[in-house]
């Protein structure tokens, strides 16, 4: 059953705290990528990656890291620079163009 | 040139009714264009996409119809139901990065 996981489903963060948010695929694609989506907002690019070992920053990375160690994963490290973290985070993958398939998403909120 | 314009930001339809999302773009690099659909909660679902070489594409009750040399393109959905509503996001993808840019989203709401 192929697809695109994503944990937790929720996830709370103290103040000061680092938070990381599992992203993993089984569809074998290159390229994973990570959006923020705020209440009644677009999706807002914060990294991707078109290959292991290999990411760029998107439109809003201040705040966030990422790691791209296998194909099939791609955590995201939301740190304590990260001042207005709440917001649903979306995980997808894609062969590389195009059609970018999402994860069910991850809501992170602040304690 | 990189901006995908979405309209309108929200939409209401009787059931049955046939509502209209429009979206424009600038970069005539772009050649993929698809359509998420994306329930509260969830991550957004592939509904249907399209490329620029034909001027329309219909699947079940969704419709994208392109207008190349205006560079615009539409979603209709025919015989809407309770159940389609959602928020509706268009994008585009091509041109010198391997990013898909996103429109800004319709909130679209079928009344029974």
């Known amino acids: 059953d192929g697809g695109i996981t994503q944990s937790p489903k929720y996830l709370f963060r103290k103040e000061g705290q680092n938070v990381t948010l599992s992203c993993e695929q089984n569809l074998n694609h290159d390229a994973m990528y990570w959006y923020r989506q705020d209440p009644g907002q677009g999706l807002r690019l914060i990294y991707y990656s078109q290959i292991v070992n290999d990411f760029q920053k998107g439109d809003i990375a201040e705040g966030y890291s990422v790691s791209r160690e296998k194909k099939e994963s791609f955590p995201l490290t939301v740190t304590s620079a990260q001042k207005n973290p709440t917001a649903f985070y979306l995980c997808a993958s894609s062969e590389g163009w195009g059609t970018q398939y999402f994860g069910p998403g991850t809501r992170l909120l602040v304690l | 040139q990189q901006q995908v314009k979405q309209s309108p930001q929200s939409l209401i339809v009787q059931k049955g009714g046939i509502p209209i999302i429009n979206c424009a773009y600038e970069?005539?690099?772009?050649?993929?264009f698809p359509w998420y659909q994306q329930f509260p909660g969830k991550g957004p679902a592939l509904l249907i996409a399209?490329?620029?070489?034909?001027s329309e594409k219909k699947e079940g009750r969704f419709t994208i119809s392109f207008n190349k040399s205006a560079k615009q393109f539409s979603l209709h959905i025919m015989d809407s139901q309770p159940g389609d509503s959602a928020t509706y996001f268009c994008a585009a993808w091509g041109g010198a990065t391997n990013k898909l840019i996103f429109g800004t989203g319709t909130l679209l709401a079928v009344q029974p």
């Open positions: 970069n005539t690099a772009f050649d993929y």
């Open positions: 399209i490329r620029p070489d034909v």
